[in-house]
């Protein structure tokens, strides 16, 4: 387990976990969301990027709070559908620039469940802000394409049901072998913090792992 780049902790250090599998990242002069869910506000995004077409991670009303003109929405058929402004379609597999922010879709689905098909055509995650590569899984079991995900930071769900459980995604976390794995999908519809804990505990020692203290009600500046 290498030092951590001082690119990466800059990095964290710019990125608000506001609970699920929401993030708001500030860096590179953008403000980035991922899945906004349950906002209570916020300064207008620059990039939003949405996984699926589940109502907990593609919200009309929530991307709707930090939408402006300039905003680019980047999610996949389905999803893309019930939004308005700039949409961009995507699907696993397609790479796009937004604004200097490489993007690139991967494949994020159920392997033992069925709430999230491969044949839906949701997506993950692969973007690069100053450099850092930033790997947001979706609603995803540990698939075999997550060995093949190049990243700093891995941003993995880990509350079973919907998704893998802690343990399953830590050994997801040793596929994509990242810098720093930081747990989310948790707390919110389903999992707890105990999760959160299972999947750093296991973890010790071979991935480093960042638990976010989530940031509530954010109008944050
Ligand atoms: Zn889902």
């Known amino acids: ?28 002069g953008k403000v980035i969301y991922t899945d906004p869910f349950k906002l209570a506000g916020g300064v207008p995004a620059n990039l939003i990027l949405v996984t699926h077409d589940h109502f ?47 993007i690139e879709a991967v494949h994020a689905y159920n392997t033992n469940k069925k709430f999230h098909p491969k044949a839906s055509g949701w997506v993950g995650y692969v973007f690069t802000v100053e450099g850092v590569r930033i790997y947001l899984a979706g609603d995803t079991d540990r698939i075999p394409e997550m060995k093949h995900i190049h990243c700093d930071i891995a941003l993995l769900p880990v509350s079973g049901t919907y998704v893998m459980t802690a343990l399953e ?22 999992g707890t913090e105990a999760d959160a804990k299972a999947f750093a505990a296991a973890l010790e020692g071979k991935v480093r792992v960042q638990v976010m203290a989530r940031k509530v009600g954010v109008g944050a500046p």
């Open 1 to 28: 387990m290498a030092d951590v780049d001082k690119g990466v902790n800059k990095i964290l250090a710019a990125t608000q976990w506001l609970g699920h599998d929401t993030f708001q990242i500030k860096a590179a």
């Open 56 to 102: 907990d991670h593609c919200s009309p009303d929530d991307i709707a709070m930090i939408q402006n003109a300039d905003t680019t929405i980047v999610a996949p058929e389905g999803c893309a559908d019930k939004l308005q402004g700039k949409v961009r379609t995507i699907k696993p597999g397609d790479k796009i620039d937004v604004e200097g922010i490489g």
């Open 169 to 190: 995604a830590v050994a997801a976390a040793l596929d994509v072998n990242p810098q720093v794995a930081v747990p989310m999908h948790y707390a919110s519809i389903v």
